[in-house]
């Protein structure tokens, strides 16, 4: 098993550009997240989908939105991408339909760091 | 708003010291996770907390989760150099899905 997969690694975007990160799961997890993480900083939880056919916001929803195309992927994208988005981005998925059922923890993958100038 | 809050920040302790972090948070949860980063890598998953009580503990790190506190900690037994890294907590919202992380406290265990 990969586990979460995500492309790319690396981006760098100018003021405007748009782009689309994606991610892939291989464990039939219910459930996918999109966090970013800044310098000093915890994650922030950017958008989830709690099963396939659902997307919700998180805490930093603005300038973003989400697809998930299917169970297995869930893809984030950056319309107008502004400085103020560099960040390191983390995909993850759990397997329960929300983290605030059972015990399954979230498995991340191993995260895109995308610079905006 | 759920906030979670971290102490300390940073810590730098000698190898065999024991330490530990603490992990405030302000709304009500009884579902708390801690995670390890090593620096330029992902989340590595530590422990999962769900009741009031809960202690778990894995090799020299015992987490454990009081609900009516709202405080949870990671204790770390007899420190060694490969234990260094960023940890983080995170807690879940009541009846959400919606996981908010501390700022996380990066340890430094020196020989």
């Known amino acids: 098993n990969a586990g979460v997969t995500q492309t790319p690694k690396f981006q760098v975007l100018k003021t405007g550009q748009s782009m689309t990160l994606q991610c892939a799961q291989d464990m039939n997890h219910n459930s996918m997240y999109w966090y970013r993480q800044d310098p000093g900083m915890g994650l922030r939880l950017i958008y989830y989908?709690?099963?396939?056919?659902?997307?919700d916001k998180g805490e930093v929803p603005n300038g973003y939105n989400v697809s998930r195309l299917n169970k297995r992927e869930f893809s984030l994208r950056l319309e107008s991408a502004a400085p103020s988005q560099t960040s390191v981005y983390f995909c993850?998925?759990?397997?329960?339909?929300?983290?605030?059922?059972?015990?399954?923890?979230?498995?991340f993958g191993p995260g895109t760091r995308l610079t905006v100038t | 708003e759920l906030k979670v809050e971290q102490n300390p920040l940073f810590l730098s302790m000698q190898e065999g010291k024991n330490y530990t972090i603490y992990c405030n948070y302000s709304?009500?949860?009884?579902?708390l996770y801690w995670y390890r980063q090593d620096p330029g890598k992902s989340l590595e998953s530590l422990f999962v907390?769900?009741?009031?009580?809960a202690v778990k503990q894995e090799g020299r790190l015992m987490a454990s989760l009081d609900t009516k506190a709202r405080l949870s900690t990671l204790h770390i037994t007899a420190a060694v150099h490969d234990l260094s890294a960023t940890y983080f907590c995170?807690?879940?919202?009541?009846?959400?899905?919606?996981?908010?992380f501390g700022a996380g406290t990066r340890l430094t265990v020196k020989p």
């Open positions: 995170a807690v879940v919202q009541y009846n959400n899905n919606d996981m908010r």
């Open positions: 907390l769900l009741s009031n009580g």
């Open positions: 993850a998925s759990s397997y329960l339909k929300g983290l605030w059922q059972g015990t399954y923890e979230q498995y």
């Open positions: 709304t009500t949860s009884d579902r």
């Open positions: 989908s709690a099963s396939e056919g659902t997307t």
